[in-house]
């Protein structure tokens, strides 16, 4: 294990971090909020300590496997525990584990709150609250891989750790220029939803905040209401039609602008993620037609809203779908637990994981029923490895096991079945909103501290797709043979 | 550049990490999907797996923007039609590995009618480099520099050697003569020398000089051997088959001794000017029988590296000066240079430099001052020539006034016919052609030796 060389990549995230909380600061002072003090004292804090770690780099800059999954499990809770810091120091949110977890809650993307009156807050911890999604949303280790100079070559562990999905695919050849294509077409998305709802009559400031959020596919509004807040038409597609986007793999986008159409239009993945909203829209539509007095345009917005929002695993709600028929509410079970395409900035298991899954199963049954006959497993055409596949197998049984164990402990609390079942599933698949108590229109301050910090690993776990956070805690990890 | 690589074989690797760490952007074409997994996990290359010969594979390498095509499947057929679709869909230049000796022959054909850049046979390569060696007397490895003016070798410091515990700043005194060390290898570890630098026992040093100088200075330190006169090759191989038809034509006797029976009637028959023996080549009461104790060199080429190592150890140990062992694996190299063997070739390391020389070539064509670049101690070190032109900002300017960059250093200057090995005290003038000898750093300018 290169610790060296683990806590030098970690001090250079924490001066990247410190950096990007100048952000919420310049917010502060437009706003005048007097919580300047609030984003400058941790920015402070995190330049130095990451100063220190970063001062000079380790002669070996070797990183293997190992020391890749260690940076980037380490790297997310660095940038949570300090990230956090905002919201004490500012005292809107004075509890620390609170602020963790809005924090935790942001970075992975999940917008599970713990705020009962969030417009209560001001400007600049508003604005930071939906940064984290943003950031969290491509990644931090992508985002310096992408723009900080260096000369190493061997940041593709790293990579492969933090963008999710189970194959990471490079663009072009140098993984350094991938990361800026990535970041750029996430840039210029983000951007052109801020004119898109800058269009449809939402203040600046309010626009700025839900386009970032919307890109992490995060969910944090800056309204109690969320995006019902402005009750428009307009917005509500816009902004579903965003949310789809940014749950499809961004190296299609690639594809699109440089006329590699076919690529696109053979990925089996974006068929079925597109095929699965698009069935599950109509069926709800039809399903909660008469909440709605049989009017089938307002129950198709709603509906359509709430399954591009579930399945994008970015968790604005419109509509309270608690209160939904069980038809639909088990439908957005299913969404919540597929999540979007790899590739993307949503979380969830991936369209292309249960793909896969799913054509285990039928592969398994082509065989039973003629022994002899080759059936290989494949995707977009193309034969799937067995290292691939017995790697899928394996993250279904410990999402299975991570799954049981955060309801076992949840379950202490004593809530109802669908509240402690629907946040566990919510956490991991990074959506928000769960079900029962912390449904879209609750939050999750009825929870213990403990169930929080449960809560708080499963949001890492999902997030960084299991693997990282588990290697942390698994002993094999830091022997040294 | 834009460089693709078809067949990520030992050579493939050994391109892939030095390309890689040129700064071209690599794409690597491998059948087996492993190999692919492992060198885009090691290196930051892009990665296909499927055939170099389908075009859409070729295309999804983006063959069209590449400038450079190389191939090195293990299949000369293959190898040579990768390079003429990659040709034909828009690679500029294609290098093939061919090994087959009767394809290289038609070299020009191919060439011209077939566009194929440049034909590369690694063990033709390896055979004249143990050829340079066996005919050069005293140094492990020469290179030359400046179109032969310049000299840079290569030799390990034995025990008895006078220059052992001496500073470099001390040896022109000593032995009267004007050379440069220009980079030390001990223990794993590159040392591009200062003037209070000591030598110790065990390095690998590396010097520049003129050749009437270097001459000199090797019989000044008492290194210097006759030229060798009776060589013993171990293992019937196709270097083997090269480096024996090159020796007995520089009027050296060479003896061959291969395993199989078949394989040496043929050699016999191809060779006829050497003395085939057949028998096992790793029998110590056979090499004796054969007389290497009396031998002046002995290479050991047979397919196992292991063998190859151990009988070279032996050689060496019953006194031969001249000691040669080929190495293919490319884990074992690092560890081979630490015996006592006077030099370990690898083929594809050999190949790789010399597809390398190509590739920078190509890129000087770009706008690049380099005009001919040199990989040694391992790799690790390059020797660069640039010509120094008009455009040089210190031209003029006395060494003892700039401020080069660490871990460089001035080797030579070639100025009309003479060579300078320079001081404080000298300058570059308008098109002087400078050698520069540099670790881990990437030169491709004049300029760019200063920090």
Redesign the interface.
């Known amino acids: 294990m290169n610790l060296k060389m683990v806590f030098y990549v970690l001090g250079v995230i924490m001066k990247v971090e410190a950096a990007l909380m100048m952000l919420p600061a310049l917010v502060s002072v437009i706003y005048k909020d007097n919580e300047l003090l609030a984003f400058l004292i941790p920015a402070v804090l995190l330049f130095a300590i990451g100063f220190a770690l970063s001062f000079r780099k380790p002669e070996n800059n070797q990183l293997l496997a190992r020391e890749g999954f260690i940076i980037v499990s380490l790297s997310w809770i660095v940038l949570s525990l300090f990230g956090s810091l905002p919201y004490v120091l500012s005292g809107e949110i004075p509890n620390f584990i609170d602020a963790l977890f809005e924090t935790v809650s942001g970075f992975t993307t999940t917008g599970a709150s713990i705020l009962t009156d969030i417009e209560a807050l001001s400007h600049s911890t508003l604005f930071w609250r939906s940064f984290t999604n943003w950031i969290g949303g491509m990644g931090v280790l992508v985002f310096v891989l992408a723009f900080l100079p260096s000369s190493d070559t061997r940041y593709m562990y790293v990579m492969r750790a933090e963008v999710p999905g189970p194959v990471v695919g490079k663009l072009v050849s140098k993984i350094k220029v991938t990361a800026r294509i990535l970041y750029v077409i996430y840039i210029v998305m983000t951007v052109l939803l801020f004119v898109f709802l800058l269009l449809g009559g939402m203040p600046v400031f309010d626009s700025i905040v839900h386009a970032i959020a919307t890109a992490g596919t995060g969910g944090f509004s800056i309204k109690n209401s969320s995006i019902a807040f402005y009750d428009s038409a307009y917005i509500d597609y816009v902004v579903s039609i965003f949310m789809v986007l940014f749950g499809i793999n961004f190296n299609l986008f690639y594809f699109m602008i440089i006329g590699r159409v076919v690529t696109i239009l053979k990925d089996e993945e974006l068929k079925f993620y597109l095929g699965l909203i698009l069935i599950s829209i109509l069926a709800v539509s039809l399903n909660i037609r008469s909440l709605y007095d049989g009017n089938i345009l307002t129950a198709f917005r709603y509906a359509s809203f709430q399954v591009t929002s579930i399945v994008s695993t970015s968790g604005f709600a419109t509509a309270d779908f608690t209160q939904w028929p069980f038809f639909s509410q088990f439908l957005i079970i299913i969404l919540m637990l597929t999540g979007g395409c790899a590739g993307s900035t949503a979380g969830g298991i991936k369209i292309r994981r249960f793909l896969i899954f799913i054509k285990m199963g039928f592969v398994e049954i082509k065989k039973l029923i003629n022994p002899r006959s080759v059936v290989q497993l494949k995707v977009d055409s193309k034969v799937q490895q067995d290292t691939l596949l017995s790697g899928i197998a394996a993250y279904f049984s410990i999402y299975v096991l991570i799954f049981s164990a955060s309801t076992m402990i949840i379950s202490l609390d004593a809530k109802s079945a669908d509240t402690t079942l629907g946040s566990v599933l919510t956490c991991l698949s990074n959506v928000g909103p769960g079900f029962g108590a912390a449904g879209p229109s609750g939050n999750f301050s009825i929870f213990s501290s403990l169930s929080k910090f449960v809560l708080m690993v499963d949001m890492l776990v999902g997030r960084l797709e299991l693997f990282p956070i588990i290697l942390l805690f698994t002993p094999n990890t830091w022997r040294r043979v | 550049m834009?460089i693709v690589i078809a067949g990520i074989g030992k050579m493939g690797l050994t391109l892939v990490d030095h390309l890689?760490k040129e700064g071209h952007?690599?794409?690597c074409i491998d059948i087996d999907?492993k190999v692919v997994d492992n060198v885009?996990?090691?290196?930051?290359?892009?990665?296909i797996g499927g055939n170099g010969v389908s075009c859409d594979i070729l295309k999804e390498a983006g063959i069209e923007k590449a400038q450079i095509f190389i191939s090195t499947t293990h299949s000369d057929e293959l190898n040579i039609l990768n390079c003429m679709i990659a040709k034909k869909m828009g690679a500029i230049n294609t290098i093939a590995r061919v090994r087959n000796p009767e394809y290289a022959m038609q070299s020009s054909f191919m060439r011209n009618e077939l566009g194929i850049g440049l034909m590369i046979n690694p063990e033709l390569e390896t055979a004249n480099e143990i050829s340079r060696i066996i005919r050069t007397p005293s140094a492990a490895k020469i290179e030359t520099f400046g179109k032969g003016r310049v000299e840079l070798a290569e030799i390990k410091i034995e025990r008895s050697n006078p220059l052992v515990d001496k500073t470099l700043s001390s040896l022109s005194k000593t032995f009267g003569v004007r050379v440069l060390i220009c980079a030390v290898y001990r223990k794993d570890e590159v040392f591009i020398p200062t003037g209070d630098f000591i030598i110790r026992e065990g390095d690998i040093v590396h010097i520049t000089a003129s050749h009437s100088e270097m001459s000199a200075f090797f019989k000044a330190i008492g290194v210097y051997k006759q030229r060798a006169k009776c060589v013993i090759i171990v293992g019937g191989s196709r270097i083997a088959y090269y480096l024996a038809k090159q020796l007995v034509e520089s009027k050296i006797n060479v003896k061959l001794i291969e395993n199989s029976e078949l394989r040496s009637m043929e050699l016999d028959e191809v060779l006829p000017k050497v003395h085939v023996v057949c028998g096992d080549g790793t029998d110590q009461n056979l090499l004796i029988e054969e007389g290497l104790e009396e031998v002046d060199a002995f290479v050991a080429l047979t397919g196992i590296d292991e063998e190859n190592i151990i009988v070279s150890l032996y050689a060496k140990q019953i006194g031969i000066p001249t000691v040669i062992s080929k190495v293919h694996k490319t884990n074992l190299l690092d560890m081979a240079r630490t015996l006592n063997i006077d030099s370990v070739m690898s083929p594809s390391a050999i190949s790789a430099n010399y597809v390398l020389q190509y590739v920078r070539a190509k890129q000087n064509a770009q706008g690049h001052n380099v005009r001919t670049l040199y990989k040694i101690v391992n790799g690790e070190v390059e020797a660069v020539e640039f010509l120094a032109t008009d455009k040089c900002k210190f031209l003029g300017v006395s060494f003892k006034e700039l401020n080069l960059k660490r871990d460089l250093l001035i080797a030579s200057i070639i100025r009309g016919n003479k060579v300078i090995i320079p001081s404080g005290n000298d300058c570059i003038e308008q098109d002087d052609i400078v050698i520069v000898v540099a670790k881990n750093l990437i030169l491709n300018d004049l300029e760019d030796i200063l920090p």
């Open positions: 834009n890689v952007n690599i794409t999907p885009v996990n090691v290196y930051d290359v892009f990665g």
